[in-house]
């Protein structure tokens, strides 16, 4: 069965950089989140590469690994690769899904598509991202 958008938005709404938008927004990135069954065994980001995508588990679970070493276990409402969607840095760590799983999905092209067509959802992110990144 797939998300409604108020569905999506829930979940959007617990990731930092997207808490403090407003509903209208919110709705914005939900069109461009898809919800994608993926299968165990999938690398999702591979560490010190492009990243270019953000996710988040519906269901399933995934290990966090940098340089070999387990880091920690990802679970439903978990999420990952935020900041591959505003910058073109290489990703810190490797998510590989340990189980069948399920996540909503934004690509960095249509995130950035999106932020030009709705210059309103832009203003909201830098300024979530600068509140993050200067408190």
Known sequence: MRRRTDSKIEHLKQVPLFAGLSKKALGEIA???????????????????????FFILLNGEADVRRKGRKLNTMEAGD?????????????TATVTLTEPSSA???????????????PAVQLQVLEALAERVFG
Do not use: C, H, N, Y
């Open 79 to 91: 999420f990952f690769g935020e900041i591959s969607l505003v910058t073109e840095r290489p990703t």
């Open 104 to 118: 909503l999905v934004i690509s960095r092209p249509s995130f950035r598509r999106m932020l030009l067509d709705q």
């Open 31 to 53: 069109k461009i989140a898809d919800e994608i069954d993926l299968p165990e065994g999938k690398q999702l980001i591979r560490e010190d590469e492009p990243g270019r995508q």
